[in-house]
């Protein structure tokens, strides 16, 4: 169990360390931390929370503090070493992470896509039928006193989930992304074959991924989906424009009807997924279709706001794979709108990679349009640019911050979906603004 009082978090903005701030300070723990001074979508909650945040500066550690240092952040840094100087507890987040999960039923969720969506519905249905702990990569994080389950999100980049030892692991796909990190998909394996085999009871793997198929462990894998082969099954599928519903089935035993006001397939297997964990630990399926039933989806995951005549989506999509899902879910809920993807590519490597991708599914929008790359500290620069993938993609063009109003302008009583992992909302707010003001 952690024992300091006093902790500080270097970097204390970034999603998962925001989290776990929130995470201690309401188990009764002193926070503060340091980040950069621009605004932030994960800050206001740490400022409602009361914990102060403070410019990078040395001179912010301090003896009786206990450090926690974002994982994007080497020795180099000057707080680091401030702290590696004044001889301090210090720790990365993927290690306070794994230390603090041990006294709880911990519950986590992996994989290339869709762990936040998951995580959150997951931290949802089991918040309202049992005390519990959780942390999301949205930066939302509570930490009750005396909790039964654990529930967080378990990033696979640079093999960070490698920390972690769960109860029960959900892993909802093998993809190859990060490829700044991994070699290739067989690498991306590895990492979560290791995963595999340091969870304690149970796997949930999504059925249709032959990665996952390819999985061995020492516990049952349970594989969910909508094919016979899979052990919970979703069938009777209906998707509307008001949301989803669905019967569940798992080994021949009919387990309920379900309803989800989600839309998107994506979000019927997250939720076949949270079914799944909640059978396993003899959960009652009427308390679970109830809290599916009021699960208004997680930050920044299909967010959507009405102004005028448009529908403006805000969605963390960032790879193809997510893009294909948040474009299916705005046809289902707006079948005779023209949906206008607006896309923000994050990272260079990643926009090189996926070039190809992008365009394909980009081009399934009935009109495209693409943001400068995001430029962070991981890559600042690249061989690859936004013209680049624009030229693949049929009609599409590159808008920034200053035409947005002239590209924009022309769209009537229809779906804006602005979609990245960067900076994208900043695209949003002067759209908004043009939509406000006009």
């Not at 290339?112 to 519905?121: F, I, M, P, V």
């Not at 519990?132 to 960070?160: C, H, M, P």
């Not at 920044?300 to 009405?306: A, D």
């Not at 599409?396 to 109003?405: E, M, Q, S, T």
Request: with cysteine.
């Amino acid at each position: 169990m952690i024992e300091q009082k006093n902790y500080f978090f270097i970097g204390i903005k970034g999603s998962g360390m925001s989290a776990l701030a929130l995470i201690l300070h309401s188990l009764g723990y002193h926070v503060s931390g340091s980040d950069i001074t621009e605004y932030t979508f994960t800050q206001q909650k740490l400022e409602d929370a009361g914990i102060k945040i403070l410019p990078f500066n040395a001179d912010n550690i301090q003896p009786g503090m206990t450090v926690v240092a974002g994982n994007s952040f080497t020795e180099d840094h000057p707080e680091i070493k401030r702290a590696l100087e004044l001889g301090v507890p210090f720790m990365r987040y993927h290690e306070l992470l794994g230390d603090l999960m041990k006294n709880y039923i911990s519950m986590g969720v992996a994989g290339a896509h869709g762990k936040t969506s998951t995580t959150s519905l997951l931290a949802h249905v089991m918040s309202g039928v049992a005390p519990t702990s959780y942390l999301i990569g949205d930066g939302n994080g509570k930490g009750v006193k005396d909790a039964k389950f654990f529930v967080f999100e378990a990033d696979e980049y640079r093999r960070r989930f490698l920390a972690y030892a769960p109860d029960y692991m959900i892993m909802t796909n093998i993809d190859f992304d990060h490829p700044d990190y991994y070699q290739d998909i067989n690498d991306v394996f590895d990492a979560f074959q290791t995963e595999a085999n340091q969870v304690k009871k149970a796997i949930f793997a999504w059925g249709d991924d032959p990665n996952l198929r390819k999985l061995q462990a020492k516990v049952p894998i349970y594989y969910y989906g909508t094919s016979d082969k899979d052990d919970f099954q979703a069938r009777n599928i209906k998707r509307t424009e008001t949301g989803s519903e669905f019967d569940v089935y798992h080994d021949g035993q009919d387990l309920g009807h379900y309803k989800i006001n989600l839309f998107g397939e994506h979000n019927i297997l997250n939720s076949l997924a949270v079914i799944a964990v909640s059978y396993m630990e003899h959960i009652n399926h009427d308390e679970v279709a109830r809290e599916l039933l009021t699960f208004k989806g997680a930050k920044r995951r299909f967010n959507q706001t009405k102004l005028a005549d448009m529908v403006l989506i805000d969605d963390y999509a960032h790879h193809p794979t997510e893009i294909k899902a948040t474009l299916d879910a705005a046809r289902q809920e707006y079948p005779d709108k023209k949906i206008i993807a607006v896309f923000q590519p994050h990272t260079f490597s990643r926009t090189k990679a996926y070039m190809n991708d992008f365009a394909k599914i980009l081009s399934t929008a009935d009109q495209a349009y693409v943001t400068p790359i995001f430029s962070s500290a991981r890559e600042t620069s690249g061989d690859v640019s936004s013209e680049d993938l624009v030229a693949k993609i049929k009609g599409a063009k590159v808008i920034d911050c200053d035409n947005i109003d002239t590209l924009l302008g022309q769209y009537h009583n229809a779906v804006v979906v602005f979609m990245g992992a960067g900076d994208i909302q900043k695209y949003e707010r002067v759209y908004q603004n043009y939509l406000t003001n006009k």
